[in-house]
């Protein structure tokens, strides 16, 4: 079992930098790949990153390749979205996920825990 909590989402102009982070709580953190994903209003929840449990190991959507990168501390029991470079088109809400199987999944469905999501919205 693990409960998640996002937090750092808000306004911000095209171009600039925003850093999301996940706070878990639970023993086992270590023991969970973690991934990121958004929603926009009316729109399906896409992935956007994952990693695997020791960090060593990321993937990443198309669309934010090259300018996205997600991280963990497993001491901390967090993981990180470094988001720079943002479009009006990121704007989304963004939930964490955890997942007992592999970090390289792309569904929702098979993520098993998720927090409540933090909202980035990016103005034109």
């Known amino acids: 079992q693990v409960q998640l909590v996002e937090s750092g989402g808000g306004l911000v102009q095209a171009g600039d930098s925003l850093r999301l982070s996940c706070a878990a709580s639970?023993?086992?953190?270590?023991?969970?790949?973690m991934g990121w994903f958004r929603q926009a209003p009316g729109k399906e929840r896409d992935f956007v990153a994952g990693i695997n449990r020791s960090g060593g190991s990321t993937y990443y959507a198309d669309s934010v390749k090259g300018r996205f990168t997600i991280s963990r501390d497993n001491a901390k029991n967090t993981v990180y979205l470094q988001m720079n470079s943002l479009k009006p088109e990121d704007t989304a809400v963004y939930y964490c996920?955890?997942?007992?199987?592999?970090?390289?999944?792309?569904?929702?469905?098979?993520?098993?825990?998720w927090g409540q999501g933090t909202q980035v919205t990016v103005s034109t």
């Open positions: 996920a955890a997942n007992s199987n592999r970090a390289d999944r792309r569904r929702s469905y098979e993520y098993d825990y």
């Open positions: 639970g023993r086992t953190f270590s023991s969970y790949a």
